[in-house]
């Protein structure tokens, strides 16, 4: 059975507007040279203000839509949200790191030096330790996945992130002997995951009350949809402005750094779908859960970079790098679940 639903154009094509942000990007900050320093100079904690503002745009729309009243519907099959957190936080960021090393470290040592390979490995893993709590929604939606589960799924691994995606990256990227300080890390999480999550469900909570939950989410949720989008483009744009002089000596980059994140996607969407289906599990909950740890909540993964390595680093560079072959990537995917419809 083929599902009939569609993706909207600016989304299914988001891949398109990507690559010409990237290209943008870089022709502003080959042109405009030093002059990009100042900007990305305004900084408070490591945090970059102009980056900062637009990624909160990014992520406020999404936590408007989180229900953790939707919880109490797990007791009645429990088995999707148990096999979402094992690959999720389990599985996930420890294969993500392996990838990584082995192409980062191994394959390209001829081409990357052991320092570069090390903040390009933990750029892969700020990505593999943040799975997806926004465009899942869209893949679930293309697959006939339940959305009510898809919600509980999504709303956990918001609860999860704030006490495991810390120690987990911790862990993870003590084994590469990068330095890490925690407080910029803690405090990443609580501005780009805390802030607008209690944001975004004080937002929701007052709205419906005032104007019904009808109008919230036919009229109001439909209007703000684009300004996650746009966020996004322009923190690209800003990215590779600041990244500009460090691509044109290496383009080759943005393609070694897709390879093992596409491998990690596919892989992982391949545990969580033949577990799934080993479990028993519908389809409307077995391709959600395989969606959600396949794709990753980049946002975050963006953010954490730049806080951590800064604006023009390679691990900023690697998080990007996954805005840029997720969608097409999570396409495919999409279609394969259509394929293999239960």
Not at 117 to 133: F, N, Q, R, S, V
Request: net charge positive.
């Amino acid at each position: 059975m083929q599902s009939n639903k569609r993706i909207g154009v600016f989304e299914k094509y988001l891949s398109i507007w990507v690559a010409l942000c990237i290209a943008g990007g870089i022709l502003i900050g080959t042109v405009a040279g030093d002059g990009m320093q100042w900007l990305s100079k305004m900084e408070i904690n490591k945090v970059n203000i102009p980056i900062a503002v637009l990624i909160w745009l990014m992520i406020y729309p999404m936590m408007l839509q989180i229900d953790f009243s939707g919880l109490k519907t797990v007791r009645r099959n429990p088995k999707g949200l148990v096999l979402t957190v094992v690959v999720n936080w389990l599985i996930k960021p420890f294969t993500m790191a392996f990838f990584a090393w082995i192409f980062f470290s191994k394959i390209y040592a001829a081409y990357i030096s052991p320092e570069m390979a090390g903040e390009y490995i933990a750029g892969a893993i700020l990505l593999g330790a943040a799975p997806c709590t926004a465009m899942v929604f869209v893949w679930s939606y293309l697959t006939d996945g339940d959305p009510t589960y898809t919600l509980v799924q999504v709303s956990i691994n918001d609860l999860i992130i704030l006490v495991a995606f810390v120690p987990i990256v911790g862990l993870l990227l003590g084994i590469t002997n990068i330095t890490i300080p925690y407080n910029t890390l803690v405090s990443s999480i609580v501005i780009f995951v805390v802030i607008p999550l209690v944001a975004g469900y004080i937002t929701s909570r007052v709205l419906i009350r005032k104007q019904g939950e009808e109008w919230f989410k036919a009229v109001f949720l439909p209007k703000l949809k684009p300004v996650s989008i746009i966020a996004l483009l322009l923190t690209l744009i800003l990215l590779f402005a600041f990244q500009g002089p460090n691509i044109i000596n290496n383009p080759l980059i943005i393609l070694l750094a897709a390879i093992p994140l596409v491998i990690q996607t596919y892989f992982i969407f391949f545990i969580t779908w033949f577990a799934g289906r080993r479990m028993k599990l519908p389809h409307a909950i077995c391709s959600p859960a395989a969606m959600i740890g396949a794709s990753n909540f980049f946002e975050l993964s963006v953010a954490v970079a730049i806080a951590l390595f800064g604006l023009q680093s390679p691990a900023a560079l690697v998080t990007v790098v996954g805005v840029l072959v997720e969608v097409p990537v999570m396409l495919s995917l999409v279609a394969l679940a259509n394929r293999w419809k239960y």
